[in-house]
């Protein structure tokens, strides 16, 4: 596993982060040696990006607030300029545990995009009212478009092979739950198989909750939106060009 991780990039996109990262960052060079750690600073107004580079992790700046989706996208061309297959997305919070990664690179051996999976067995995550009912929703839905049983479609925890690192890179979008949702539309809808792997969930080590519980029904409208839009957009497709080997 350790060439594995040697030829992957951990990518944290992180807003006003500076109370998680630096421990997130030094526990995942502790748990995954030899990976490569990209922290994206998306804007941030505190000290997010000194903290992560004192905890050894590379730092790419952004001048103002992108999303999870501009974050990442910096994160795929990153990968993509320094030889590096896999991506994987980690919060800078502290809720994905790194030591799943390995679990989530097994997994691309047969897929190219692996959701670390919440709702699949592991851990004792709930979500409740009308944002539970978006992501049973969205669950069911993505799984027939991805044809394969997906239980945790807006997991932030996930991993992405050399094919949809190349297609990412290019097409990865920004808009508000698009680095979720509409993600695994273009990929699925690219050729590009979808799985998930159960992984346990654990409570934020810092900063503030991006998702407000009194906005769940906010939520719900604006999944059921990103979904439509996610749907109306052509399929892109992947060429040999856009394929590199393994």
């Given at each position: 596993?350790?060439?594995?991780?040697?030829?992957?990039?951990?990518?944290?996109?992180?807003?006003?982060?500076?109370?998680?990262?630096?421990?997130?960052?030094?526990?995942?060079?502790?748990?995954?040696?030899?990976?490569?750690?990209?922290v994206?600073?998306?804007?941030?107004?505190?000290?997010?990006?000194c903290?992560?580079?004192?905890?050894?992790?590379?730092?790419?700046?952004?001048?103002?607030?992108?999303?999870?989706?501009?974050?990442?996208?910096?994160?795929?061309?990153?990968?993509?300029?320094?030889?590096?297959?896999?991506?994987v997305?980690?919060?800078?919070?502290?809720?994905?545990?790194?030591?799943?990664?390995?679990?989530?690179?097994?997994?691309?051996?047969?897929?190219?995009?692996?959701?670390?999976?919440?709702?699949?067995?592991?851990?004792?995550y709930?979500?409740?009212?009308?944002r539970?009912?978006a992501?049973?929703l969205?669950?069911?839905?993505?799984?027939?478009?991805?044809?394969t049983?997906?239980?945790?479609?807006?997991?932030?925890?996930?991993?992405?092979?050399?094919?949809?690192v190349?297609?990412f890179a290019?097409?990865?979008?920004?808009?508000?739950?698009g680095?979720?949702?509409e993600?695994?539309?273009?990929?699925a809808?690219?050729?590009?198989?979808?799985r998930?792997?159960?992984?346990?969930?654990?409570?934020?080590?810092?900063?503030?909750?991006?998702?407000?519980?009194y906005?769940?029904?906010?939520?719900?409208?604006?999944?059921?939106?990103?979904?439509?839009?996610a749907?109306?957009?052509?399929p892109?497709?992947?060429?040999?060009?856009?394929?590199?080997?393994r």
């Amino acid at each position: 596993m350790t060439s594995e991780l040697e030829r992957t990039l951990i990518v944290m996109p992180a807003l006003n982060e500076e109370e998680s990262v630096g421990d997130v960052v030094r526990e995942v060079l502790r748990t995954l040696p030899g990976v490569h750690c990209l922290v994206v600073d998306d804007g941030s107004t505190d000290n997010t990006a000194c903290e992560a580079r004192l905890a050894g992790a590379l730092v790419a700046r952004l001048p103002f607030n992108l999303g999870v989706g501009g974050a990442m996208r910096v994160g795929f061309n990153y990968a993509l300029e320094h030889g590096l297959s896999n991506v994987v997305q980690v919060d800078s919070d502290g809720q994905h545990d790194p030591a799943g990664v390995p679990e989530l690179l097994a997994a691309l051996e047969s897929a190219d995009v692996v959701l670390g999976a919440r709702f699949a067995g592991e851990g004792n995550y709930e979500v409740r009212g009308p944002r539970r009912w978006a992501m049973l929703l969205l669950s069911g839905i993505l799984s027939k478009i991805a044809k394969t049983k997906l239980s945790d479609t807006t997991s932030g925890f996930k991993a992405s092979g050399p094919r949809a690192v190349r297609l990412f890179a290019e097409h990865y979008p920004s808009e508000y739950l698009g680095d979720t949702i509409e993600s695994l539309v273009i990929a699925a809808r690219a050729g590009c198989v979808v799985r998930q792997v159960p992984v346990a969930m654990r409570p934020r080590a810092g900063g503030t909750p991006s998702h407000n519980p009194y906005k769940a029904a906010t939520y719900l409208g604006r999944a059921m939106m990103a979904l439509v839009f996610a749907l109306m957009r052509p399929p892109i497709a992947l060429t040999e060009a856009s394929v590199p080997n393994r």
